[in-house]
C-alpha cells in the first residue's frame, strides 16, 4: 500500500475494521445505545445541576448547553476516525506491535483502523443532534461567518482530543502502561470541559489553556460566539484564534509519538 494515498489507506483500512464490527448486529445495536446512553446522562446532570442551581459561574442553561454540545460534537470528531488509539497500551504490552512495523503502512494509520469504535456512532448521533438543538436555542445571532467558525471550532476540538491522545500513545513506548494517565486526561474532558472553565479560578484555567489544552475544545470559541469574552482572563484574538489549537495540539501529538516509537522494546526481546 506504499504507493496509495494516506486517506486512501485510511478509507480501505477504516472500512474494513467497520464491516468486520458490523458482522454483529445485535453488538451494533446495544454498543450504538450503549454509546448514547453515556453522554445523554451527562446531559441529563447537567439539566439536574442547572435546574437546582439555575446558573454555573453566571453562565445560565442555553449558553452552558451549548458549550456542552460543542464538546459532545468535538469528541464524536474525535472517536469515530481515531477511537482505536485506546488500544495502544494493550497492543504494546502484548507484543502485536510487533507485526504493525513489519507492515509497509504507516504505524499511526494502522492503530487508528485497528478496530472501529462502535459506541463512536452513539457519541457521533448525540453530539451533532445536541449541537443543532442547542445552537438553535443558544443566545446567538447566527450569521454564515459564525456558522462557518462553529465548524471549524467543532474540527478544532475534535483534533485537540486526537492529539492529547496521539501523546499517550508516544508515551505507551516507553512507560510500562498509561492506562491511568489516559483515562484521567479522558474523564476529564468528559466531565470538565463542557462546563465554563473559568469556574475553576485563574490558576487552573490557566493551565487548561497550556498544560491540558482542553479550554481549546469548546469553552473558548463558545465564549466568543456567545458575546462572553468578558470573562475569559485572556486577549479576545487568542479566544477568537482556539480553532488554530487542533492542528497545533495534533501535531505536537504526533511529533512525540514519532520520536518515542525508536523506543519501543518488543515484550518478546
Not at 66 to 79: E, N, P, T
Not at 114 to 136: E, T
Request: net charge positive.
Amino acid at each position: 500500500m506504499a504507493d496509495v494515498s494516506w486517506v486512501r489507506q485510511y478509507v480501505i483500512l477504516q472500512r474494513a475494521a467497520l464491516r468486520a464490527q458490523l458482522q454483529y448486529r445485535v453488538n451494533f445495536w446495544t454498543t450504538l445505545m450503549g454509546g448514547v446512553a453515556y453522554q445523554g446522562t451527562q446531559l441529563l446532570f447537567l439539566g439536574v445541576l442547572l435546574g437546582k442551581f439555575g446558573l454555573i459561574a453566571g453562565w445560565g442553561f442555553r449558553e452552558v448547553a451549548f458549550v456542552f454540545a460543542m464538546r459532545l460534537a468535538s469528541h464524536a470528531l474525535y472517536v469515530v476516525p481515531f477511537g482505536s488509539l485506546r488500544l495502544t497500551d494493550l497492543i504494546v504490552r502484548d507484543g502485536e506491535f510487533d507485526r504493525v512495523l513489519l507492515r509497509p503502512v504507516n504505524p499511526f494509520l494502522q492503530l487508528i483502523t485497528r478496530q472501529f469504535p462502535l459506541m463512536s456512532i452513539g457519541d457521533a448521533l448525540l453530539g451533532f443532534g445536541a449541537l443543532i438543538v442547542f445552537g438553535w436555542q443558544a443566545p446567538v445571532e447566527w450569521s454564515v461567518a459564525k456558522v462557518g467558525y462553529l465548524l471549524l471550532a467543532v474540527i478544532g476540538g475534535g483534533l485537540v482530543e486526537t492529539g492529547i491522545q496521539t501523546f499517550f500513545c508516544g508515551l505507551s513506548f516507553v512507560a510500562a502502561s498509561t492506562f491511568s494517565l489516559r483515562i484521567f486526561a479522558d474523564n476529564s474532558i468528559t466531565q470538565f470541559s463542557g462546563y465554563p472553565l473559568t469556574m475553576f479560578g485563574r490558576g487552573v484555567f490557566y493551565g487548561f489553556c497550556s498544560v491540558f489544552p482542553m479550554a481549546f475544545i469548546a469553552f473558548l470559541p463558545a465564549s466568543l460566539l456567545l458575546g462572553r469574552t468578558e470573562d475569559i482572563p485572556l486577549p479576545v484574538w487568542l479566544i477568537a484564534a482556539a480553532p488554530v489549537a487542533g492542528p497545533v495540539v495534533l501535531a505536537l501529538g504526533y511529533a512525540f509519538f514519532i520520536r518515542m516509537l525508536p523506543r519501543y522494546a518488543s515484550p518478546g526481546s
